[in-house]
């Protein structure tokens, strides 16, 4: 297996509004995710947007350390959401999370909706590897969300 990926949340803004923003390997997970030529992602973390109460951030972190069920019908979970209202009806970048004995994989990158799970677009991030992170650090990154 080759080195794990270096998972960070760094604070960002957009428009005004402050979140937490996934950084791989010290570049922004939007950044990993667009073709070469192709526009960026006009698409946010579901971390801490909007100065949220907190509620959220902590769904988002029971989600992403697989303590909740995934946000989404097909079973994977929301990574980059809308970034004015988070609602994933307005589509989001998703993956399968997997532990895999002492990682946590990020895989098959998708695009999609909550109620169209047909319109699953696993195409546009084929060029996409899988992330795979130490589970440690992982689950201390997002542990002190959890409520």
């Given at each position: 297996?080759?080195?794990?990926?270096?998972?960070?949340?760094?604070?960002?803004?957009?428009?005004?509004?402050?979140?937490?923003?996934?950084?791989?390997?010290?570049?922004?997970?939007?950044?990993?995710?667009?073709?070469?030529?192709?526009?960026?992602?006009?698409?946010?973390?579901?971390?801490?947007?909007?100065?949220d109460?907190?509620?959220?951030?902590?769904?988002a972190?029971?989600?992403?350390?697989?303590?909740?069920?995934?946000?989404?019908?097909?079973?994977?979970?929301?990574?980059?959401?809308?970034?004015?209202?988070?609602?994933?009806?307005?589509?989001?970048?998703?993956?399968?999370?997997?532990?895999?004995?002492?990682?946590?994989?990020?895989?098959?990158?998708?695009?999609?909706?909550?109620?169209?799970?047909?319109?699953?677009?696993l195409?546009?991030?084929?060029?996409?590897?899988?992330?795979?992170?130490?589970?440690?650090?992982?689950?201390?990154?997002?542990?002190?969300?959890?409520?």
């Open positions: 297996m080759h080195h794990p990926n270096v998972l960070n949340l760094v604070p960002r803004e957009r428009k005004h509004q402050p979140y937490l923003d996934f950084q791989i390997d010290r570049r922004s997970l939007a950044d990993h995710l667009v073709h070469k030529g192709k526009q960026p992602l006009d698409f946010i973390a579901p971390f801490g947007w909007l100065g109460s907190g509620q959220s951030l902590a769904a972190a029971a989600r992403l350390l697989r303590k909740a069920p995934p946000d989404l019908p097909t079973g994977r979970y929301s990574l980059l959401v809308c970034p004015e209202c988070a609602d994933l009806g307005c589509g989001a970048v998703t993956a399968i999370i997997e532990r895999q004995q002492d990682v946590i994989v990020w895989h098959s990158f998708g695009f999609e909706t909550n109620y169209a799970p047909d319109l699953l677009d195409d546009s991030f084929q060029h996409i590897r899988e992330f795979t992170f130490r589970a440690d650090l992982y689950s201390a990154l997002f542990r002190p969300y959890l409520r």
